[in-house]
């Protein structure tokens, strides 16, 4: 049991005090720190002078405590474990606290902490506050100066946010540096980071002409691993202001890596801090997907320096504002540097396996909560990509022009401040003179709305309408829901693959009519109905393309209409959801056919659309390659009830094998053209070509035959490049052999923690028998360790929530086995185990022996003493559903 109180959104009250200036000084050791902290405090307007001063605080040693330059008495402030609290306070004041900290013994990876004898620091959301005493709240904006003061030997590298203004010999080998932000910020962007680092430096001159330094921090013996992530920085600086006219602000823009870290990166002031695993890549130890992570996470925290730093949030319940405003940006960014519609497909594929499933089960929340137990729980997919779909509807509705408009105005309104949801959506209405109230119901109402289509075909008229039905399933606290405001991009279709000039039976003569070939359809109501007339023939309806809203869709189209669309559709996501349909239609009907106990058997339609688009040369290949991967076992599990995840999974290797065995020889053939001996190059060209090769290389190597083991073998062993040998090395894992690649490969890579996490996670996520014992066996490993979270994330988080196969094995030990390390990890790292503890979220999804399983491990979770906040809140939502 945790004794915390729910934190409700509609309590929230402005700030009783303001603090204007932070002066913090430092004098870092591994098990001693010692951090001076002086603060200038004024009381907020509207507050009543007899109101007290209570400071966040946890896990700290108090040293001295002075109110405008004399000694508190003990008797003039209370401490408790979370708070200190001042009774009597002048208007303005300063008050100056000496605290110590153990960064050595700090494994929750929060507040300041030790990572490979080097000092960093994380916190957001809440982790200013076991550094020292703060209002630790995001609406308390303050301009920071920071000494750091350490032994020049063991840390010659001092830095935090702003500018460095001094630095200076000081006496026990020790030194100094001080470091200015001129910027007003809220705790959660502070940062420091000390050890022996070494940096690659270069330069981006701005749009105004301004020299921007660009230094990537990391430990000796990596700088060879850091041109990607130093270009990817260059390119995010140049597109944001082509994009939105948006500059950096600083003179230095720092990245520092480091290896223990709970996420992906932080956006603090000026000073990134990133998990190695988003900037060190070189080809032979980072696959495509690595390089395209980097450019993704890269920009991301660099387009927070205005979406989340210049304009944050006012609490916590906002944190989509900056959230998924800034994964949109992203996604924009990797569209525009990359494949649009590959980067579209991949990010829907994403939201779809992990969103969708959040949203419909007992985790659900709005993209802007209304309460949380733990706010770290609240990084989820839901305010992120949910939130990201979101502000592309702004996009979508207002066009690219009315957006940009938007955010102008949101700037022009908002920096410097700390804001709402409700803020960005007046800016985006106020600039486009438009009414977007309906729309709010994005941010407030759970759940992913359904949409119901029924289309039907008019001979005499020549018409064609369409009614559309929305629905919005109940979730966790909120039971009957109102009608969406749902942008519905549309096309028409005829037999050759035209798409038809669209005129609605409503349009008036002089509305543009014309030749528009693509409509969003602006949905409001329950049931609406729209009639489409003048077309020469009875088309077929292209619906939600580029997946214009984040909900689910149904419409009754034969397999023949899909296997038209997946070839005619001009809309390439809309060709994708086609053969992505098709296919998970067939499985479903596969896996009732195997629970009726009758053979599993690929219709010929099906594997003959799948042949087409393996002979059509000139077809992109990475579409192809996403058309090819069928959908994975935990998107079927959400389309199916009381599913029994070891059939599912049986089911579709039969149906991957029946298409090998069918596809042999095109598969074969499409292998070696695209096997094409060329050096490695990072590019859209190649990445698409190996896309499609590792596929087809995936699919073949289901063929139970000498040649395929010796074409698995001939690629680990020929590879020039990380992205090719792993691709083999996984394959032939999953055939169960691969133990000479496996120890070759741990021997070659053993140095490399990054190459290790992928050693781990291939066998995490394996399909061979005896995966659970393997995994077992892997915690004892020289190169893991509990403590790591990108090892937690490989070996255990990878085969708990990525191997449905084995963790949901029938005898309940790979529930156990997630149990026993979410109990190990939460004494450890609350935030990593609350994390891991989302994989028995969809409890009851799976059939009733394993729902009796499953609910057991998360009673014991929960029956366990001291348990944190984070894991009690995760558990508890779970076994109420
Ligand atoms: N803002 C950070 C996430 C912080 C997570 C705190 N538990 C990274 C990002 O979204 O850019
Ligand atoms: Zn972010």
């Known amino acids: 049991m945790t004794d915390r109180q729910a934190i409700r959104r509609l309590d929230y009250t402005a700030p009783a005090y303001l603090i204007d200036r932070v002066d913090l000084s430092f004098e870092l050791d591994e098990t001693d720190t010692r951090v001076s902290n002086r603060l200038v405090i004024k009381r907020n307007k509207g507050t009543a002078a007899d109101t007290p001063l209570v400071l966040h605080g946890e896990g700290l040693q ?64 809440e982790g200013f506050r076991k550094i020292t005493y703060y209002l630790d709240r995001p609406d308390v904006m303050a301009k920071f100066t920071t000494t750091l003061i ?25 030194h100094w540096v001080k470091w200015v932000d001129p910027f007003r910020k809220p705790s959660y962007l502070f940062a420091l980071v000390a050890g022996k680092l070494v940096a690659m430096s270069d330069s981006h001159v701005t749009a105004s002409g301004r020299t921007v330094n660009v230094e990537v921090y990391v430990e000796p013996g990596n700088l060879d691993k850091c041109p990607h992530a130093v270009a ?37 002031k000026g000073l990134n801090i990133f998990n190695t695993k988003y900037v060190l890549a070189k080809p032979d130890t980072a696959t495509d997907a690595d390089f395209d992570g980097i450019d993704s996470v890269v920009a991301h925290e660099y387009f927070h320096n ?15 504002l900056k959230e998924g405003l800034t994964v949109y940006r992203d996604q924009e960014f990797s569209s525009d540097i990359g494949s649009r519609s590959v980067t579209r497909i991949q990010n829907v594929r994403a939201l779809r396996e992990y969103q969708f499933a959040e949203d419909a089960g007992p985790q659900a929340h709005p993209v802007r909560p209304d309460e949380y137990l733990e706010i770290n729980n609240f990084y989820t997919w839901t305010v992120y990509e949910k939130g990201s779909e979101v502000v592309r509807m702004y996009a979508t509705l207002l066009g690219r022009e009315g ?59 020549r018409s064609f309408t369409l009614t559309v039905r929305q629905s919005i399933p109940p979730t966790p606290g909120q039971h009957d829901k109102d009608p969406m405001h749902i942008p519905l991009a549309l096309a028409l279709i005829d037999r050759r693959g035209q798409p038809l000039p669209l005129q609605l039976s409503t349009q008036s003569a002089g509305e543009a009519a014309g030749d528009a070939t693509e409509r969003i359809l602006e949905l409001r109501q329950d049931c609406e109905r729209f009639t489409f007339v003048n077309l020469p023939c009875h088309p077929v309806p292209s ?38 349909n098709y296919a998970v239609r067939l499985m479903c009907a596969q896996y009732a056919t195997a629970t009726r106990g009758e053979a599993v058997s690929v219709p010929e339609a099906f594997s003959a659309a799948f042949r087409t688009l393996l002979e059509k040369p000139e077809l992109d290949p990475a579409l192809v390659a996403l058309m090819l991967e069928l959908p994975r076992e935990n998107y079927l599990l959400e389309q199916l009830e009381e599913v029994d995840p070891v059939r599912l999974a049986q089911v579709c290797q039969q149906v991957r094998q029946q298409l090998a065995r069918a596809l042999r020889s095109q598969l074969l053939q499409r292998y070696q053209q695209l096997n094409d001996g060329q050096p490695y190059h990072y590019n859209g060209e190649q990445v698409a070509r190996r896309s499609l090769k590792n596929v087809c290389l995936d699919y073949l190597a289901e063929l139970d035959e000498g040649m395929t083991g ?172």
Not at 549 to 570: G, I, N, R
Request: charged content about 25%.
């Open 403 to 461: 957006f940009r408009r938007g955010m102008d105005l949101y700037f022009k309104r908002h920096d410097g401040q700390a804001v709402t949801c409700d803020d960005f959506r007046a800016a985006m209405a106020d600039a486009n003179h438009v009414n977007l109230d309906q729309f709010a119901l994005w941010y407030s109402q759970a759940g992913t709305p359904h949409l119901d289509i029924e289309g039907e075909w008019h001979e005499a008229e």
């Open 306 to 320: 205005w979406t989340g730093n210049r304009v944050t949030c006012r609490d916590w319940f906002q944190l989509s």
């Open 62 to 125: 108090l040293d001295s405590l002075k109110l405008d330059g004399a000694p508190l008495p003990a008797s003039a402030y209370q401490r408790d474990e979370h708070s200190l609290t001042i009774a009597a306070m002048p208007e303005e004041a300063i008050l100056e606290i000496v605290t110590r900290v153990n960064p050595a013994s700090n494994t929750s990876l929060m507040g300041l902490y030790v990572s490979g004898g080097n000092f960093f620091t994380q916190c957001e959301a």
């Open 543 to 580: 619906l939600l393309r580029d997946f214009s809203a984040p909900v689910t869709l149904a419409y009754p189209y034969s397999d023949d209409e899909l296997v038209f669309l997946m070839t005619h559709d001009d809309d390439a996501f809309a060709r994708w959801e086609a053969a992505n």
């Open 232 to 268: 990817a920085a260059k390119k995010a600086m140049q597109w944001d202001e082509e994009r939105f006219g948006l500059e950096y602000d600083l003179d230095t823009y720092m990245i520092v890596a480091v290896s223990d870290f709970n996420m992906g990166a932080m956006e603090n």
């Open 150 to 174: 350490a032994d020049r030997q063991k840390y010659p590298v001092l830095l935090s946010n702003g500018n460095r203004v001094g630095a200076g010999q000081m006496d026990r080998g020790r």
């Open 710 to 881: 010796d074409l698995l073998a001939r690629q680990y062993q020929k590879a020039d490049n990380m992205t090719d040998r792993l691709a083999a090395l996984r394959a032939l894992v999953n055939r169960g052999g691969g133990e000479a690649q496996l120890a070759d490969f741990a021997h070659t890579w053993q140095g490399d923690a990054l190459v290790m996490d992928k050693w781990f996670a291939l066998q995490a996520t394996s399909r061979r028998p005896g995966t659970l014992s393997r995994v077992q066996h892997l915690l004892e490993h020289p190169a893991f360790s509990l403590k790591n979270p990108n090892k937690v994330r490989a070996l255990i988080s990878a085969f708990c929530l990525q191997n449905p196969l084995h963790f949901h094995s029938a005898d309940g030990y790979g529930y156990a086995f997630a149990a026993d390390r979410i109990i190990e990890l939460d004494a450890i790292n609350p935030q990593i185990a609350a994390r891991l503890a989302t994989c028995f979220n969809r409890w009851t999804k799976v059939d009733l022996s394993r729902r009796a399983l499953m609910r057991a491990e998360l009673q014991r979770i929960k029956a366990c003493a001291g348990l944190s906040p984070d894991t009690f809140e995760i558990v508890s939502k779970a076994l109420a559903a």
